[in-house]
């Protein structure tokens, strides 16, 4: 007895290792954003020489990660973490001290490596860990660092950058850094190394230049000319090196990442269903923002303390969906959970407007939470239990490399619907202003008069009246593109309900799990139902 409550404990204070690492990394890539006009600022440099700091850092975590499945079956968990950790920290405070854009670009990178480690090695570790009957919970915890991180972001950066110093953001992770290492050297155990293999460089190279250059691409997807000839190269090296990097893993005795566990329905579905859950989290997290503060002229701050209560409920969720996970399994929790995350989606599109209150808005994006907290940690669970133990490794580092790409892409693609949707809003919204109609009509002789009342000739308040309605125009197009962007969330996860009905709602026995793993080793088709 006495010796199941000591790993008992032990497991939970591990757990709260990985648990700080996890934070700090996912925290920093949310917390960034908000200082990114103060860098441009502080460096006296542009939009488009400081958006590096963000490209660079995302390109790097797109490198590594593939990496990590490989790092941990040679070295052992406990020493990647470590390491891992130590990167990160260095990182931030190279970061802090940085003095200009460039060493601001290069230091990210170094925080990047350790950061993208972070992730995959700690969800691995977590299944090394704790027992399966546990692991729910187990994740929970460990998701509320992975999912309330990116919504606390904001408003601790907001804070941060109005009360103190801006380098505090960076600053701030190498104390809590240091602790973790030194925790993690104390307090988790070293995983049993695997017989040292051939390291797949044909793998590394093409995942590496397939995913970074197609990263680079999407990043850039709104903006991109393409008459520029790097574009249409970067884009078909990208594919054409993604396709080698495919056809190497399937026929590689020991690959990179193994893609093999596509094989298995519950795996495959679960990351589907959960690159569309990443995209409604990420879109709400990119465009609440931006209409919060670019429409309703809020400060960065005040975006926070709006977003701050949806953190805190994400926070609360993820261990009571994933304790309710180890007794029920994962339907009963993730359908009502898109359900909710669908409707309370398509109700937030509505309140995209200049009249919504404060309150409404905060109250829907709560029900949104709850959605997410009820279904993104059990649809994470369920897929990577039907894989075998001996794989969980490799299947982490390939679920947070998809993580990854797919909150890249949700960015870009709404990035690309709110920005083609405001375009064709406001061809049409122009089409209605002419001599024939009365409302048009009437407001820009009402904005003339309020010109030539400030001292304005009447040629001039005139093309003052005209230049003020195209702006507003300008600006009804975007919340209405921002509120259709919204909506369009709400449609594509009834797929994630189909998806999930699909799925079967089994927990695998240990004696089911053992005879997968052997035969996943014979190469055969695992079949777990």
């Not at 103190?164 to 190394?193: E, H, Q, T, Y």
Request: charged share 15%; aromatic share 8%.
């Amino acid at each position: 007895m006495e010796e199941n409550n000591h790993d008992s404990l032990y497991s939970w204070l591990a757990l709260i290792v990985v648990v700080i690492g996890t934070f700090m990394s996912i925290l920093d890539s949310s917390i960034v954003n908000i200082a990114i006009p103060k860098m441009m600022a502080v460096f006296g440099v542009s939009m488009d020489d400081s958006k590096w700091i963000l490209t660079a850092y995302t390109l790097a975590l797109g490198a590594i990660i593939p990496l990590t499945g490989y790092l941990q079956d040679v070295f052992g968990s406990k020493k990647i973490y470590m390491f891992a950790l130590t990167v990160f920290t260095l990182g931030s405070m190279l970061c802090g001290f940085a003095w200009n854009n460039t060493s601001m670009i290069c230091f990210r990178i170094i925080q990047a490596i350790g950061g993208g480690m972070i992730m995959p090695v700690g969800m691995a570790m977590i299944y090394e860990i704790f027992p399966r009957e546990k692991i729910g919970l187990a994740l929970g915890i460990w998701g509320i660092a992975a999912m309330a991180a990116p919504s606390i972001g904001p408003t601790l950066g907001g804070y941060i950058i109005e009360k103190m110093d801006w380098r505090l953001i960076f600053n701030i992770n190498v104390p809590i850094g240091v602790l973790g290492v030194v925790l993690a050297a104390i307090l988790l155990k070293d995983s049993k190394r695997k017989q040292l293999k051939s390291f797949d460089i044909i793998g590394f190279l093409s995942s590496t230049i397939g995913v970074v250059s197609l990263l680079y691409v999407l990043g850039e997807w709104t903006s991109i000319d393409w008459a520029d000839v790097k574009y249409p190269i970067l884009l078909t090296l990208g594919c054409l090196s993604l396709v080698l990097f495919v056809v190497n893993e399937l026929t590689h005795p020991d690959p990179l990442l193994d893609l093999r566990v596509f094989k298995l329905f519950d795996f495959s579905a679960s990351q589907i269903i959960s690159c569309i859950l990443t995209l409604a989290l990420m879109g709400g997290v990119y465009v609440l923002p931006l209409f919060l503060q670019n429409i309703r002229g809020y400060t960065a701050m005040e975006t926070g303390i709006i977003m701050l209560p949806a953190a805190i409920v994400t926070g609360l969720l993820m261990p009571i969906s994933g304790n309710l996970f180890d007794r029920i399994g994962a339907k009963p929790l993730v359908i009502p959970g898109i359900i909710i995350l669908g409707l309370s989606s398509y109700h937030i599109s509505t309140l995209i407007n200049m009249n919504s209150s404060r309150e409404m808005i905060t109250l829907v994006l709560c029900l949104r939470s709850v959605g997410i907290g009820l279904a993104m940690m059990p649809i994470n669970t369920v897929g990577m239990n039907a894989v075998p133990k001996n794989l969980i490794g490799r299947a982490s580092a390939l679920s947070n490399t998809i993580r990854q790409i797919s909150g890249s892409l949700s960015i870009t693609i709404m990035s690309t619907i709110i920005q083609s949707k405001t375009n064709y809003n406001y061809l049409k919204l122009s089409e209605q202003i002419n001599i024939y109609n009365a409302t048009s009509n009437n407001t820009i002789s009402t904005l003339t008069q309020a010109y030539m009342y400030e001292g304005q000739s009447l040629k001039a308040a005139k093309a003052s009246a005209v230049s003020t309605l195209a702006k507003m125009v300008q600006g009804q197009a975007t919340i209405d593109a921002m509120a259709y962007s919204l909506a369009i969330i709400s449609i594509v996860l009834v797929l994630a309900i189909i998806l999930t009905l699909m799925m079967r709602n089994k927990k695998i026995p240990k004696k089911q799990n053992k005879e997968g793993e052997q035969k996943y080793n014979e190469g055969g088709t695992v079949m777990l139902e």
